[in-house]
């Protein structure tokens, strides 16, 4: 007998065909879902385990930084005066702030990337310079210039100015603060700064110090800011 394949055996083939290359895009397609249902879910978790690990560390280094920050601000007292119970005292400050450097400086070494690491080392920094060890405080505010905390870029930069006036860069100190006033920020707003730049000019300058504390007056009146300036235009000598 000649074999054929009637018309009708034909289009069961050809729906048997067609439902098992449904059946494999089907599982196919489950199989991608499953696999990008598992990348998704480690990403989640390593993102949750990241927010986790982060947010335990800035707990730790906001908890030393608090340690740290009862060295800074001790009393400093006569070797006559007790000390309270429990109360961190010195009786000289440069015994003070060397504690301080180092609590600072591990604070910072141990969190890095957080922000009680961050301002551990601005405040090694201030540390430092009442020390007057500026080139060491100069180094640590360089680095903070960049941080993408804009309040600690900005604080960074004008305490950076005042360490350069403090260590004798004055032409340094003035590019920088004239910088930070062309850019005045919520956190080192301009009238300050030109308090600062004024006082720069002070001793070397009366006549620029006291065009700026003028400046002050008008630009910001019924301020503490023109208040300050107006004390200080009164100290300067007068010319001869």
């Known amino acids: ?19 098992s290359h449904g059946a494999e895009a089907i599982f196919s397609h489950q199989q991608q879902i499953w696999t ?7 990403i989640a978790l390593a993102v949750l385990g990241w927010r986790f690990y982060t947010q335990n560390q800035t ?85 903070l210039q960049s941080s993408r905390d804009e309040s600690l870029s900005a604080l960074a930069r004008f305490k950076l100015a005042q360490v ?13 603060y004239q910088q930070l006033a062309s850019k005045p920020t919520l956190f080192v707003p301009k009238p300050i700064v030109l ?13 620029q110090a006291a065009k700026l504390y003028k400046q002050i007056k008008d630009e910001f009146p019924d301020t503490q800011a023109a208040q300050v300036a107006d004390e200080r235009l009164q100290l300067l000598p007068v010319k001869g």
């Open 164 to 176: 350069y006036d403090e260590a004798g860069k004055g032409s340094q100190a003035v590019q920088l």
């Open 59 to 143: 707990a730790k280094g906001a908890a030393a930084l608090a340690d740290a920050m009862k060295v800074y601000q001790a009393r400093i007292r006569t070797a006559a005066e007790p000390a309270q119970p429990d109360e961190i005292t010195y009786l000289d400050e440069k015994n003070k702030y060397g504690d301080a450097v180092k609590k600072f400086a591990e604070v910072a070494k141990s969190y890095p990337r957080t922000r009680p690491g961050q301002l551990a080392r601005y405040y090694e920094a201030l540390s430092l310079e009442r020390l007057g060890r500026y080139d060491e405080a100069e180094n640590n505010l360089k680095a």
């Open 36 to 42: 990008y249902g598992t990348v998704a879910l480690l």
């Open 1 to 19: 007998m000649p074999q054929h394949i009637s018309r009708k055996e034909l289009k069961k083939d050809e729906v048997r065909e067609t439902l």
């Open 195 to 207: 308090l600062a730049l004024a006082d720069h000019y002070s001793s070397s300058d009366p006549t």
